[in-house]
């Protein structure tokens, strides 16, 4: 008798892709200046379409939401889970700085309690 290995394997669909994925996608969208309608017909999918996976309702196959991610100049990475916080923390300080919000360091920023007149001329030492 055969067993049947189905019966063990989970059924998983999302009902939409996350919040903060689609979100992404959108700010990435806009961030071009690109409709909806633009977009989707960089891609060969309908105005529709795009709108419902921005919203929720419509969950993309897989080889979609490549090609949307690519389209957008982004790229989807196989992360281990114990790295997602240090990954996400490297994507929130690049886009800080981005932003300009970033301050900007010296590339030797070890030398911050010398209070030097930056006007002087450079001195040699010998």
Same mark, same amino acid.
């Given at each position: 008798?055969?067993?049947?290995?189905?019966?063990?394997?989970?059924?998983?669909?999302? +009902?939409?892709?996350?919040?903060?994925?689609?979100? *992404?996608?959108?700010?990435?969208?806009?961030?071009?200046?690109?409709?909806?309608?633009?977009?989707?017909?960089?891609?060969?999918?309908?105005?529709?379409? !795009?709108? /419902? !996976?921005?919203?929720?309702?419509?969950?993309?196959?897989? +080889?979609?939401?490549?090609?949307? &991610?690519?389209?957008?100049?982004?790229?989807?990475?196989? &992360?281990?889970? *114990?790295? &997602?916080?240090?990954?996400?923390?490297? @994507?929130?300080?690049?886009?800080?700085?981005?932003? /300009?919000? /970033?301050?900007?360091?010296?590339?030797? *920023? /070890?030398?911050? #309690?010398?209070?030097? +007149?930056?006007?002087?001329?450079?001195? #040699?030492? @010998?």
């Amino acid at each position: 008798m055969k067993k049947n290995i189905t019966t063990h394997i989970k059924p998983l669909r999302l +009902d939409g892709l996350p919040a903060e994925m689609r979100r *992404a996608l959108r700010e990435a969208r806009e961030k071009r200046d690109w409709s909806q309608r633009e977009l989707g017909s960089r891609l060969g999918l309908p105005q529709m379409h !795009i709108s /419902g !996976i921005e919203s929720g309702k419509i969950v993309p196959r897989y +080889d979609t939401l490549l090609e949307l &991610v690519r389209v957008l100049d982004r790229d989807l990475l196989m &992360v281990p889970r *114990a790295l &997602v916080p240090v990954v996400q923390s490297l @994507v929130r300080d690049h886009m800080k700085d981005q932003s /300009g919000e /970033g301050e900007e360091r010296s590339l030797y *920023a /070890g030398d911050g #309690d010398r209070d030097e +007149d930056t006007t002087q001329e450079p001195r #040699d030492e @010998v």
